[in-house]
């Protein structure tokens, strides 16, 4: 079966430090990998998406960046971190299928002080 | 463009009572949609999906919801609610067509009382 791991679960930071989350799936090829921000109290935004290896959309412009060198294996980064860039990230992934779902990890707390 | 309007952003229910979580979406195409339920600081976990077969879509924990389009409706109800119900739920629309695109809603926070 397909799992999906995202880490660290939390995180604190200070303003102006780098930013690297991790988030890897397996049991499944070529999944189309997504990157979200839920902000507190609030639904959730989709920040980049990807298809394949190296291939990436954003969705909103940000101080975020996204990269995806392998297959199953998905980064979100930034070079400086902003108190905006607070939040809980998501991570998921979907087959190709467009009747699919996407199927989500269990998050990254991010706290910027 | 689509959107989803969950209708309450809080429901409180007593233990062993029925549960409907309420939502009205706008497409313009046929959508796909869907349920989620996130516990605290956890991911989104899929409870059911309608993808244009049946109406009546039954999902995990004894949950179901119905597609009714001429009211633009797929609330999610379930006939006795139980103390582990208690999360947030979101309702989510895909577009037909789009593999990528979700639109969620801003979710239903469901306390079950006992």
């Known amino acids: 079966s397909q799992t999906i791991h995202q880490w660290p679960a939390t995180l604190v930071q200070p303003v102006g430090s780098p930013l690297s989350l991790e988030c890897t799936v397996e049991?499944?090829?070529?999944?189309?990998l997504y990157w979200y921000r839920q902000a507190a109290g609030r639904g959730l935004q989709l920040l980049f998406y990807s298809v394949g290896i190296g291939q990436i959309s954003s969705e909103v412009p940000q101080n975020l960046s996204a990269s995806r060198p392998q297959d199953r294996q998905f980064i979100l980064s930034s070079k400086k971190l902003l108190l905006s860039d607070s939040g809980f990230y998501l991570c998921a992934w979907s087959t190709g299928g467009l009747d699919q779902p996407q199927h989500f990890g269990d998050g990254t707390r991010l706290s910027i002080l | 463009a689509q959107s989803v309007t969950q209708l309450d952003s809080h429901v409180s229910v007593s233990e062993g009572t029925p549960v409907l979580l309420r939502c009205n979406y706008s497409s313009s195409y046929s959508p796909s949609l869907f349920w989620y339920v996130q516990h605290p600081n956890k991911g989104l976990q899929l409870l059911l999906k309608y993808t244009s077969a049946a109406t009546l879509v039954k999902g995990i924990n004894g949950f179901e919801a119905e597609f009714k389009k001429s009211e633009t409706s797929f609330h999610l109800t379930k006939p006795s609610a139980h103390m582990s119900d208690a999360a947030e739920y979101f309702c989510?629309?895909?577009?037909?067509?789009?593999?990528?695109?979700?639109?969620f809603g801003s979710g239903t926070q469901l306390t079950v009382l006992p």
């Open positions: 989510v629309v895909r577009p037909s067509g789009s593999a990528r695109q979700l639109t």
């Open positions: 049991g499944t090829s070529n999944p189309n």
